[in-house]
């Protein structure tokens, strides 16, 4: 009889890696923490990480990926990962990799996620191809990881021109403002049981919007005070119960339209972004096919994962928790990718 390999559990030193580290630990694997010279601290701290290797750059995880594929380090993906390599690098590392690889070009590329979003049939916000077109409110995002800062608001192509003069030669979108509460759905979907959890809800805490409001209008006219969404931080969120079977049948048109874009489809953790009107009508503008930290609040657990099981179920857990399961039922080409 072969022996099965035994797996570690990996990921960069940033984002939502100390519940994906603490998640891999509570679960019985070794966690390794890739580092950047510098930002160590947090993972030594808090005790998280059995393993960490310092680099003096992301990149340079391509460097060690002979290393992590012969200690079979399973590496789990979040946002740091996406703005460390191109895709294609991230296609050819040998190391094991949580997810379908394949799935990140529609993540990233933002008219092929529109088109999974729409076939998925969820409402989108409008986009404008020209901004003499603008003839509502709409909000202006650039490309590449900003976490959106100096993302503005304008509502006419005078207004526009204007504000846009502070970022020349970026690339950017022209996207309708829906006016509502921003929610942010957090999934996982389990290639093993074909089942879609929720796992819980944030919304975010960003600079400078979440303060304006602290400042009279007129002050702000005042200061010429422009508004920009650079996230700091993510608050945990429970949503009305009578819009949970809307949320649960959202995903689970999410994770179909994938699969007939790539037949294996997405998996694992994923977030689908939205603004829910005052009608109760979402908008989802956005879509992250992997963890994102505004699952960090749930560390503990959230008051969704504590229905369902009987334990502290934070994502990062959960996805150490069917790494193993696959691992005891010999399915790993499951959920490796
Ligand atoms: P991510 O980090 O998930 O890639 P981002 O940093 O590019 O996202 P978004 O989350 O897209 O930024 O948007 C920044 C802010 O703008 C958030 O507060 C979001 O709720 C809000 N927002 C984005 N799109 C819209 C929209 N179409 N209508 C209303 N609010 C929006």
């Known amino acids: 009889m072969t022996k099965k390999p035994t797996y570690k559990i990996g990921t960069l030193g940033s984002h939502s890696a100390l519940q994906i580290l603490k998640g891999a630990q509570d679960e019985g694997f070794q966690s390794v923490a890739i580092c950047e010279e510098g930002r160590v601290k947090p993972y030594e701290s808090f005790r998280v990480a059995d393993q960490i290797i310092t680099v003096k750059d992301f990149s340079e995880i391509v460097d060690l990926d002979n290393q992590l594929a012969a200690e079979n380090v399973i590496m789990i993906p979040h946002g740091s990962i996406l703005n460390a390599l191109e895709l294609e690098k991230i296609g050819e590392l040998k190391a094991p990799y949580f997810g379908n690889k394949n799935i990140l070009a529609w993540e990233v590329d933002r008219t092929k996620q529109r088109e999974w979003l729409a076939n998925a049939g969820l409402t989108l916000p409008r986009i404008y191809e020209t901004p003499e077109s603008i003839d509502g409110p709409v909000i202006i995002k650039f490309f590449g990881a900003g976490g959106g800062k100096g993302y ?178 010999d399915q790993m080409d499951k959920v490796l990718g």
């Open 152 to 329: 503005f608001l304008a509502h006419t192509p005078a207004e526009f021109e204007r504000k846009i003069k502070a970022h020349p030669k970026k690339k950017y979108i022209i996207q309708e403002y829906i006016v509502g509460a921003p929610i942010y759905i957090h999934y996982f979907y389990s290639p093993l049981t074909n089942e879609l959890e929720v796992m819980g809800f944030d919304k975010r805490y960003e600079s400078n919007v979440d303060s304006i409001g602290r400042i009279a209008a007129k002050d702000q006219m005042d200061l010429g005070i422009e508004t920009s969404y650079n996230i700091t931080g993510n608050m945990p969120l429970v949503v009305r119960e009578s819009l949970l079977p809307c949320i649960f049948e959202m995903g689970e048109d999410v994770i179909k339209a994938s699969k007939a874009v790539d037949g294996r489809g997405l998996f694992g953790p994923f977030c689908l972004e939205t603004v829910i009107t005052p009608d109760l009508e979402f908008f989802a503008f956005e879509i992250s096919a992997r963890i994102v930290a505004g699952t960090n609040p749930f560390i503990n657990g959230s008051p969704y994962t504590d229905l369902r099981y009987s334990e502290p179920m934070s994502t990062g857990r959960r996805i150490a928790r069917e790494v193993k399961l696959a691992m005891e039922s």
